[in-house]
T-cell receptor
């Protein structure tokens, strides 16, 4: 149980275009989803926290207008990188926490999306 | 700030030898600590967690970790390393989303 599917696994886009990444909880309802960004050979940095039906909470330094997060249902959250530029190229990973789990019992992670902006 | 730290960027061990990947924490109250492993271009795989109870936690793939409150540490260990254990390891603390250490690259040589 507790599987999170992230799609696409990799994407190449032209500079100036927008890219949408989907994160789905397949066998549980996720009240909260998290989006992370990982630069090569670096750690994962939390970008934002999204709760179903409400606006996402962004970490300091993350541009909310560039990284649009939607969490419209208990099984789907999307991250849209708007007007992408080469510096947005990175590995993006989502994670989800189910309604049945206590807050500190950990999270299930998606397999990540490698975004390359050319 | 509440966080975890991994003091070693790289750990090299020979296959069959014991391995240790270090993690220290700075968290007020009771920490909820985790270890994850990441293979190239992949997401994170959960190894083990400490919430409460026994200080020695056993996890996946033969890994274990010891929670040491006096030393504020949560080192990851395995008695006998395999070449396939070579990967990037992250220590993390659960604080409304996971907060990760910088990661330690483990290389196990044949």
């Amino acid at each position: 149980g507790a599987v999170v599917s992230q799609h696409p696994s990799w994407v190449i886009c032209k500079s100036g275009t927008s890219v949408k990444i989907e994160c789905r909880s397949l066998d549980f309802q996720a009240t909260t989803m998290f989006w992370y960004r990982q630069f090569p050979k670096q750690s994962l940095m939390l970008m934002a926290t999204s709760n179903e039906g409400s606006k996402a909470t962004y970490e300091q330094g993350v541009e909310k207008d560039k990284f649009l997060i939607n969490h419209a249902s208990l099984t789907l959250s999307t991250l849209t990188v708007t007007s992408a530029h080469p510096e947005d190229s990175s590995f993006y990973i989502c994670s989800a926490r189910g309604t049945a789990l206590p807050a500190n019992y950990g999270y299930t992670f998606g397999s990540g999306t490698r975004l390359t902006v050319v | 700030a509440q966080s975890v730290a991994q003091p070693e960027d790289q750990v090299n061990v020979a296959e069959g030898n014991p391995l240790t990947v270090k993690c220290t924490y700075s968290v007020s109250g009771n920490p909820y600590l985790f270890w994850y492993v990441q293979y190239p271009n992949r997401g994170l795989q959960f190894l083990l967690k400490y919430i409460t109870g026994d200080n020695l936690v056993k996890g996946s793939y033969g890994f274990e970790a010891e929670f040491n409150k006096s030393q504020t540490s949560f080192h990851l260990k395995k008695p006998s390393a395999l070449v396939s254990d070579s990967a990037l390891y992250f220590c993390a603390v659960s604080l409304q989303g996971m907060r990760f250490g910088a990661g330690t690259r483990l290389t196990v040589k044949p």
